[in-house]
T-cell receptor, first 114, second 112 residues
Framework: GAGVSQSPSNKVTEKGKDVELRCDPI?????LYWYRQSLGQGLEFLIY????????KSGLPSDRFSAERTGGSVSTLTIQRTQQEDSAVYLC????????????FGDGTRLSIL | QKEVEQNSGPLSVPEGAIASLNCTYS??????FFWYRQYSGKSPELIMF??SNGDKEDGRFTAQLNKASQYVSLLIRDSQPSDSATYLC????????????WGAGTKLIIKP
């Protein structure tokens, strides 16, 4: 696709439910990033993929968070047993090769935990 | 602790004037510098990136990098109300070959 695509754009769920967020990066981009942005706050790095590998999972807030990437393309971020503090906008970005290349963001998924 | 500092603002600039946004960074070894624009409720959008000392111009935008003083600036000429947004500065983390360090952003308001 022309840009980074994320789905769903909005997700409202009850506390304790599991959620899956999807990211489809720009075609040909090998590097993929997940960030979280709480209201009025800066970007919080969650995880980085180079191809299908995630060399850095250090930003994941807890073991309730996991992510995978298949075929070097689509990535899924899963949050199990959601808590109210998980409410935020989850942003995905991709870049051509990683390194210090410019990152291009999707429109994000706004997650609200009731 | 590696840091990227930005004045949170808001920075108010009259329409048609030059808006100057500044960013300082703590790691002298940083090599890559990025400016993003984020409209309220939207995701960050890449405006400019700069790797070398000096100025880089793209339309109404100019990025200025001074590695000796460890700051990077974004100038917006002929400011328009549509330029009103939060501007994020990002700098590469020299301890990582992929991670950026993000500033908290400067809110810019262009007054008609």
């Amino acid at each position: 696709g022309a840009g980074v695509s994320q789905s769903p754009s909005n997700k409202v769920t009850e506390k304790g439910k599991d959620v899956e967020l999807r990211c489809d990066p720009i075609s040909g981009h090998t590097a993929l990033y997940w960030y979280r942005q709480s209201l009025g706050q800066g970007l919080e790095f969650l995880i980085y993929f180079q191809g299908n590998s995630a060399p850095d999972k250090s930003g994941l807030p807890s073991d309730r968070f996991s992510a995978e990437r298949t075929g070097g393309s689509v990535s899924t971020l899963t949050i199990q047993r959601t808590q109210q503090e998980d409410s935020a906008v989850y942003l995905c970005a991709s870049s051509k090769t990683g390194g210090w290349q410019p990152q291009h963001f999707g429109d994000g998924t706004r997650l609200s935990i009731l | 602790q590696k840091e990227v500092e930005q004045n949170s603002g808001p920075l108010s600039v009259p329409e048609g004037a030059i808006a100057s946004l500044n960013c300082t960074y703590s790691d002298r070894g940083s090599q890559s510098f990025f400016w993003y624009r984020q409209y309220s409720g939207k995701s960050p959008e890449l405006i400019m990136f700069i790797y070398s000392n000096g100025d880089k111009e793209d339309g109404r935008f100019t990025a200025q990098l001074n590695k000796a003083s460890q700051y990077v600036s974004l100038l917006i000429r002929d400011s328009q109300p549509s330029d009103s947004a939060t501007y994020l500065c990002a700098v590469n983390n020299v301890d990582s070959n992929y991670q950026l360090i993000w500033g908290a952003g400067t809110k810019l308001i262009i007054k008609p």
